[in-house]
């Protein structure tokens, strides 16, 4: 009983001093290539996201968006499309996410599940 108990308070201390020293997880877990597969009966492809931070110790980032696709028009594929965005977003340490505030998007980060949403769009972290 008295060691279940010790163990509660050590939890509750390194979870104290976590947020006592500023230790952001989302933070830590956002530079990175996220990956969405794009796939219907027309269309297929990949969606990328290249996360880098622009300088240590800021809170902001660069985004390098990838796309490329293939659709199907009449049983016929057509010529692949290539495509590539930057984007500069700031990290919001209030509500954890990237804000691209310009076209007005947000990034929501799902470490549990290895995750990055842009709006309804879940990308996987690679």
Not at 20 to 32: A, K, L, S
Request: net charge positive; with cysteine.
């Amino acid at each position: 009983m008295k060691r279940s108990i010790l163990n509660c308070m050590l939890v509750l201390f390194l979870t104290g001093c976590a947020s006592i020293t500023g230790h952001d997880e989302i933070h830590d877990f956002i530079p990175g290539t996220y990956v969405r597969i794009l796939h219907d009966e027309f269309t297929g492809g990949v969606d990328s996201l290249i996360i880098q931070p622009i300088n240590n110790g800021t809170e902001t980032y660069s985004i390098s968006r990838r796309t490329s696709y293939q659709q199907t028009f009449e049983g016929k594929k057509l010529r692949p499309v290539y495509e590539k965005v930057e984007w500069v977003v700031t990290y919001q340490p209030a509500t954890k996410q990237l804000m691209d505030a310009m076209h007005e998007r947000v990034f929501t980060f799902i470490p549990k599940e290895n995750k990055l949403l842009m709006g309804s769009a879940a990308y996987i972290k690679k």
